[in-house]
Antibody
Framework: EVQLVESGGALVQPGGSLRLSCAAS????????MDWVRQAPGKGLEWVGR??????????EYAASVKGRFTISRDESKNSVYLQMNSLKSEDTAVYYC?????????????WGQGTMVTVSS | DVQMTQSPSSLSVSVGDRVTITCRAS??????LNWYLQKPGKAPKLLIY???SLQSGVPSRFSGSGSGTDFTLTISSLQPEDFATYYC?????????FGPGTKVDI
């Protein structure tokens, strides 16, 4: 089955760090850009950032709210994407989703993981 | 950043109703507009991409239109499984942005 599975969510103290993982199955991430999107409890969707593929030199993009604190990377040998989160704040509390960007569909996010919960609290 | 707005923020409807949700971008985004459905506790699901293209497996009662700054999602005859929150999203700029969502309930 074509799917994305996130892991690594946890309760972490303000100022702490956490690394989320997103494992892809039945497709190759090397063909795609991959995004992270988050959703705070009871709120809407917020785009977090992106890792582009080899064709675009694995460049990254970030939302202003996380730039300088979060880093997105990929390991194509493991067919996985990662979100390293540093200097965490209470407002980073959210469900974090990874999603596949489908270039042939106007860059829509056509495949989503089930999400992993990150809680930042003392 | 491109700002996205949606209206209404919520609406109460009945099974069989025709539903129209609008989305507006703060600048022209051509047809780089996508629609998602999200049910409580679940991941979003792509319905419409590139303003008017139906994602594979999505029922034909869903349709989208628009270009530039104004877009519409229409559900021709609402079914029980359609009660959810709908989000528009622009994919025109490198930094994607989502609308605030429209909750459709009974």
């Amino acid at each position: 089955e074509v799917q994305l599975v996130e892991s690594g969510g946890a309760l972490v103290q303000p100022g702490g760090s956490l690394r989320l993982s997103c494992a892809a199955s039945e497709f190759t991430i090397s063909d795609h850009y991959m995004d992270w999107v988050r959703q705070a409890p009871g709120k809407g969707l917020e785009w977090v950032g992106r890792t582009r593929n080899k064709v675009k030199s694995y460049t990254t993009e970030y939302a202003a709210s996380v730039k300088g604190r979060f880093t997105i990377s990929r390991d194509e040998s493991k067919n996985s994407v990662y979100l390293q989160m540093n200097s965490l704040k209470s407002e980073d509390t959210a469900v974090y989703y990874c999603a596949r960007v489908y270039g042939g569909k106007g860059n829509a996010l056509d495949l989503w993981g089930q999400g992993t919960m990150v809680t930042v609290s003392s | 950043d491109v700002q996205m707005t949606q209206s209404p923020s919520s609406l109460s409807v009945s099974v069989g109703d025709r539903v129209t949700i609008t989305c507006r971008a703060s600048q022209s985004i051509s047809t780089y507009l996508n629609w998602y459905l999200q049910k409580p506790g679940k991941a979003p699901k792509l319905l419409i991409y590139a303003s008017s293209s139906l994602q594979s497996g999505v029922p034909s009662r869903f349709s989208g239109s628009g270009s530039g700054t104004d877009f519409t999602l229409t559900i021709s005859s609402l079914q029980p499984e359609d009660f959810a929150t709908y989000y528009c999203q622009q994919s025109y700029t490198a930094q994607f942005t989502f609308g605030p969502g429209t909750k459709v309930d009974i």
